[in-house]
């Protein structure tokens, strides 16, 4: 999707979303909502898949990290500070990545996927066989988080309709950050190394510092998504760390199309519009499902993101 199209559709886009509350029923509006964290977790991974050329299939950890970090500070009977719980699930998601980065990138090719597949697992365990968040249970979250600065509330996310624009003003902020980073210098450097590393090393770049950095950030912003997921479901389960999970958010980025940042978000939203047709439709959804997928797969390589250039391409009989 070129930048033309892009200044085009996405103010569109947006302004869909905005409007959507006000003729969409509850049900469709936090289905909405949900997708819109799924997409917040779909471009933190792209910036790994799509612009490093970092397979990661252990994404889930950072996303429940975040989650469970929601809940452990959540007292059982007064809601926890937003400005308080989101920057600390930040915080345990990225800090998470930068330890698990330290491991993973001294590997690559399918061992990394391996490992990064391994410490997922590991983190996984941690909560599910364990008491911490709850064990195999998972934890309830009996309030969500409350905005209030010195008294004043800006906003209260127990209205679900005002917990929906959050969700769709923290879509906007992670899309904003993740295309100035991929502006500067330092994105530019990531996407190189994608290319070539063995290039960038020659021309003096510290690529696996860079890789750490991404992967890092790729971690804190699924931090954001786990946040917002916790918040809207009240509820946190080890599920949320499975392999499965981590699976999904690829899948999403594959179906959107990789290296770019409104496939992602469309791939999301594909992803769960699939779900809940085949869901309605017959109780062997996963399998109509696998092969919608490898069906996109084989026929629309690039991702719903390459359709306009394709349909471009198609009405002015230009060569591929």
């Known amino acids: 999707m070129n930048p033309t199209s892009q200044r085009l559709i996405l103010p569109l886009l947006l302004a869909a979303l905005l409007a959507f509350p006000s003729f969409g029923s509850d049900f469709y509006v936090e289905l909405v909502a949900k997708t819109l964290v799924l997409a917040i977790f779909a471009m933190s991974l792209d910036l790994l898949v799509g612009f490093t050329g970092l397979v990661s299939f252990g994404h889930a950890a950072y996303f429940g990290i975040a989650a469970y970090a929601v809940a452990m500070i959540t007292p059982k009977y007064d809601p926890a500070s937003l400005w308080l719980a989101l920057p600390a699930a930040i915080i345990a998601a990225g800090l998470a990545?930068?330890?698990?980065?330290?491991?993973?990138?001294r590997t690559k090719g399918i061992y990394f996927i391996m490992v990064t597949l391994a410490f997922a697992q590991m983190v996984f365990f941690l909560f599910h066989d364990t008491n911490l968040g709850g064990g195999s249970d998972g934890v309830n979250i009996n309030f969500k988080p409350d905005a209030a600065i010195a008294g004043w509330a800006p906003f209260d996310l127990n209205e679900p309709g005002q917990l929906y624009y959050f969700i769709v003003a923290a879509l906007v902020a992670v899309y904003g950050v993740l295309k100035l980073v991929l502006r500067s210098p330092f994105g530019r450097v990531l996407i190189g190394i994608r290319s070539n590393e063995h290039r960038m090393l020659s021309l003096g770049y510290a690529t696996f510092y860079y890789k750490l950095a991404a992967f890092t950030l790729a971690g804190a912003?699924?931090?954001?998504?786990?946040?917002l997921y916790a918040v809207l479901s009240g509820f946190v389960t080890p599920e949320l760390l499975a392999w499965h999970q981590s699976g999904n958010v690829l899948l999403m980025v594959i179906l959107g199309g990789m290296g770019n940042l409104v496939g992602a978000i469309a791939g999301a939203f594909a992803f769960t519009a699939m779900q809940e047709a085949f869901g309605a439709w017959t109780k062997h959804w996963q399998l109509a499902m696998g092969l919608a997928i490898?069906?996109?797969?084989?026929?629309?390589?690039?991702?719903?993101?390459?359709?306009?250039?394709?349909?471009k391409r198609a009405m002015t009989g230009e060569e591929k």
């Open 221 to 227: 912003l699924a931090g954001v998504a786990g946040f």
């Open 294 to 311: 490898v069906a996109a797969v084989l026929f629309l390589p690039g991702g719903l993101s390459a359709i306009p250039a394709r349909l």
């Open 97 to 105: 990545a930068f330890v698990i980065g330290l491991f993973v990138l």
